[in-house]
């Protein structure tokens, strides 16, 4: 058998806690574990892997066993992989202001319970809270000799509350998300938002769909540079021919506001020290004033493509690198949120996420909101219910006009390839003229 | 793990687990897959994996604790956390795990010719690309997948059942200018047919080309299987958990015996369908499964519950736990949806046919209100494509658009844990462009 051109595992174990209230009763909490190795060997041509849970290192001859299994699944390989040389070297793992660890998980049920009793604002027929704590404890190496260990904790809290009247149901929904440490204490503000939204769209009407301006806020305007612009950027789709993004390196296809990021090292919560096969991460400009100026890479892609750095292959545990979005935002513009209504004049204002999807080869994407205002002579009008947002890619972002300073950024993860990975998305509001908005109301 | 190993440690946990809670279940599971990935015409890798898990749950006094972990060696942890866990749980009425059942164990979703191997991964892949031949478009990337898996679940009322399974899935992307078609198909046996998904995924791509814009109103709509598994999943599902029902998270619960659906409709989980993919003689607690009518010619008949469910509001477990828990808990969910209803020629008289949506998932579960972007939608008159449209929403709401139908195609295919034939919806509203 060929001698592999290189090796690389990746191994993670940890844990995952979880509490689980519903209508304030315990409805589960606990512990579970998990320990799996990816090994990847790159034969004479393309990639053999192997997958293994409960993984634990051979030395010596069984190692070179192990390589040699994920080898011989080279051999169906026809395709000539070339990997781009990189830089590796891994960031520190940003400090926690509070290890969610070292808090006893009675505790933490105890402070998601306030949360849960917050939302349960009167007319508030139904609520639940979940905490979800994942640490993960990664161990890379490489052919080249290259090593990484460490460790990360990522955890937080959602909150929902069912508001009902005469038959009718409407729900309001809260989360937050964070690597930086515990988020649970004095968040009941987020559960009474969460309860009192749920009761204010019991009077909001369907959103009419139709062509109308729209103004993004923070949260929604993230997952818009997420789903119309970052899936596209990837490195991976792009080299298939499965992206609208493909050969448009210079090409300007946004307004000159528009300057779109994604920076794993950043300390959110799409944060990686050091990508999925060893490569330093940093900054990639997708878009910038406009004009498409790098994509996503693994050293794979980046070798077959160019045009950017490698740093964006990520993995869940047990599965194959990926090239993936991490902290993904839109930089921020010079107007206000008042100059940018004003500026719409007539309208819709949507706020905040219940997540989209985009066809990237086909340049369409869809998006949805929670709820939001309509818009008249550049005022907030009355609220609207169940407002979606579709549009095209390569239309879309020239119709960009105004963006404020206030980006945000917010947490949640993004599916790809049968893989869940954690993300941030972020932005500042934006005006979007001309935008194709989904809803059922007639009226 | 050898098999004897395996039931030796399941003993050891069920012994171990009875001095420390009232009752235990324990679920073993391993197997091995072998996938292969194209990227454009070429495979790009080949996949192989072992996998294992071990879910323990315990429940002491009505307190219900569950753990998991891939490493059955450290059994004790993952018994212990499940005890913890129970020790934070609310208290709760419950029936207790079921006894065993004199229940055939032959598999019903096992097929020995199927055979992780690497060279059936091949075959598949290169039957899809030959397959998209029929039509001049690209490959952009597809897959092939192979697995077996096999499965304990016992508990300390002595109910011990094993089980078999295996699966093939094969999928395929094509781009043909700026259309893009996907075609999958699964199965547990070896019938898949990569040639026709292969000719599927390029008649897609290349039939939506040079699409037309078309206005906004009201359409007659055909929802192809893939649409409609889409927005039932993410909606009327859900809503049919009695979990749901009780926690004022339905909008069906208080609708029992009352017409929710076009008369013609009938919904029901068939545990035994040949076909289906979930097909299982007992649910994840053990508990006898059997077909459940949900939806009888359009009046509500039924909720699921598994025992937890069930002992809380006073009903019988409907057989319908799955393991979508923590740690791989039990928890409700379905086996194998399908529905039955009027056969016609669906696309006979002037509609709008839809193959995929995009962004099913942002339905609001509650209500039921949705907006989604069409794929693969054309307007078709006399069971004949008469354009493909290039852009447009469907809003709407999943309660609201089965209350009157216009029939179900004969044929019916299976996606996911559904087996649906298309559905033909009246007077939907489309958002356009024109």
């Known amino acids: 058998m060929p001698e592999a051109r290189y090796f690389d595992i990746r191994h993670v174990t940890g844990e995952v806690t979880h509490v689980d209230l519903d209508n304030t009763v315990v409805e589960s909490a606990g512990t579970s574990f998990y320990d799996r190795a990816v090994i990847r060997a790159l034969g004479p041509d393309g990639w053999g892997i192997l997958t293994v849970d409960h993984f634990r290192r051979p030395s010596g001859k069984k190692f070179e066993e192990l390589i040699e299994e994920a080898l011989s699944l080279a051999s169906l390989t026809r395709q000539k992989v070339t990997l781009s040389e990189v830089t590796g070297g891994a960031l520190p793992v940003p400090s926690m202001t509070e290890d969610p660890r070292s808090v006893p998980i009675g505790e933490k049920k105890d402070l998601l319970a306030g949360i849960e009793k917050a939302a349960r604002v009167p007319g508030i027929v139904s609520t639940r809270a979940g905490y979800i704590e994942r640490y993960e404890d990664v161990r890379f190496e490489d052919s080249s000799g290259n090593e990484y260990a460490y460790a990360t904790c990522r955890s937080g809290f959602s909150v929902m509350a069912v508001a009902g009247r005469n038959g009718d149901m409407q729900m309001g929904y809260e989360r937050e998300h964070s690597l930086r440490g515990l988020n649970l204490r004095h968040r009941q503000d987020l559960g009474r938002e969460a309860g009192e939204r749920a009761l204010s769209l019991l009077d909001a009407r369907a959103a009419k769909g139709g062509t109308m301006h729209a103004v993004l806020d923070p949260e929604l305007a993230g997952v818009f540079a997420h789903e119309a612009v970052g899936h596209a950027g990837e490195g991976d789709l792009v080299l298939e021919g499965g992206s609208v993004l493909a050969g448009k390196i210079g090409e300007g296809i946004g307004s000159p506001l528009l300057t779109i990021v994604d920076d794993p090292s950043l300390p959110e919560f799409g944060f990686e020290p050091v990508d999925a096969e060893g490569s330093r991460v940093g900054r990639t400009e997708i878009i910038r004033k406009g004009v498409v100026n790098a994509y996503l890479h693994s050293r794979e892609t980046l070798a077959a493509i160019g045009h950017g750095k490698a740093g964006n292959a990520r993995a869940m545990p047990g599965e194959p690198p990926l090239v993936r979005m991490s902290n993904t935002y839109i930089e921020n513009g010079d107007s206000s949120l008042d100059e940018i209504l004003a500026e719409c004049r007539s309208g819709i204002l949507l706020k905040g996420s219940r997540g989209g999807q985009v066809d990237p080869g086909r340049g369409v994407f869809q998006f949805n909101a929670e709820y939001g205002y309509l818009i008249g002579d550049g005022e907030l009008g009355s609220m609207v219910r169940d407002v979606s947002l579709s549009g095209e890619i390569l239309q879309t972002l020239h119709s960009i006009t105004l963006c404020a300073g206030d980006r945000a950024m917010h947490q949640g993860y993004c599916g790809k390839g049968g893989q869940s990975v954690p993300v941030s998305d972020g932005a500042p509001h934006m005006l979007l003229k001309n935008a194709v908005v989904g809803g059922s109301g007639t009226g | 793990m050898r098999w004897w190993a395996a039931v030796e440690l399941v003993e050891r946990i069920l012994q171990e687990g009875a001095r420390l809670a009232d009752e235990v279940e324990v679920y073993l599971s391993s197997g091995s897959s072998i996938a292969a990935r194209l990227q454009r015409r070429e495979i790009h890798y080949a996949a192989g994996s072992r996998h294992q898990g071990l879910s323990i749950r315990v429940i002491h006094k009505g307190c219900i604790g569950a753990s998991g972990t891939q490493n059955p060696d450290q059994w004790r942890e993952c018994l212990g956390a499940a005890v913890a866990g129970a020790k934070l749980a609310t208290s709760q009425p419950w029936n207790g795990l079921p006894d065993p059942a004199d229940l055939d164990q032959v598999p019903l979703n096992f097929d020995p010719d199927l055979r992780p191997e690497p060279e059936s991964t091949r075959e598949l892949l290169l039957g899809m690309i030959e397959g998209t031949a029929a039509y001049p478009v690209e490959i952009t990337s597809g897959s092939a997948e192979i697995s077996v898996y096999s499965e304990i679940l016992a508990n300390s009322h002595g109910l011990n059942y094993t089980s078999r399974g295996s699966n ?267």
């Open chain 2, 168 to 434: 093939v899935s094969a999928a395929i992307e094509t781009i043909r200018e700026q259309s893009t078609g996907y075609e999958f198909d699964n199965s547990w046996k070896s019938d898949l047919d990569p040639l026709m998904i292969g000719e599927k995924a390029a008649e897609l791509a290349s039939t939506s080309t040079g699409g037309k814009e078309i206005a906004t109103g009201e359409y007659n709509v055909v929802l192809s299987p893939l649409a409609f598994s889409q927005l039932l999943g993410a909606v009327f599902i859900p809503a049919l958990s009695g979990r749901n029902v009780h926690a004022g998270r339905s909008r069906l619960a208080n609708l029992l015996g009352q017409q929710v659906t076009d008369p013609g409709l009938s919904i029901l989980d068939d545990p035994f369908h040949q076909r289906g993919l979930s097909a299982t003689r007992w649910d994840a607690e053990g508990t006898t499964t059997d077909v459940l009518p949900y939806v009888k010619e359009g009046v509500l008949q039924m909720f699921a519950y598994d025992i937890k469910n069930g002992s809380r509001y006073g009903k019988k477990s409907t057989g319908s736990a799955v393991r979508a828990g923590p740690g791989g808990a039990p928890s409700i969910g379905t086996h194998n949806i399908r529905l039955e209803g009027p056969r016609t020629d669906v696309l006979e008289e002037r509609a709008i046919f839809i193959h995929d949506v995009v962004g099913a998932h942002t339905a609001n579960p509650l209500t039921g209100d949705f907006s989604v972007e069409l794929s693969n939608a054309s307007v078709f008159e006399g069971g004949v494509r008469e354009y493909p449209i290039r852009k447009a929403m469907l809003s709407g709401n999943v309660f609201s658009m089965l209350e009157e139908i216009g029939g179900l195609s004969r044929q019916e295919r299976v996606i996911g844990s559904f087996i649906l034939p298309d559905i033909r919806l009246k007077n939907q509203r489309i958002i356009g462009n024109e």
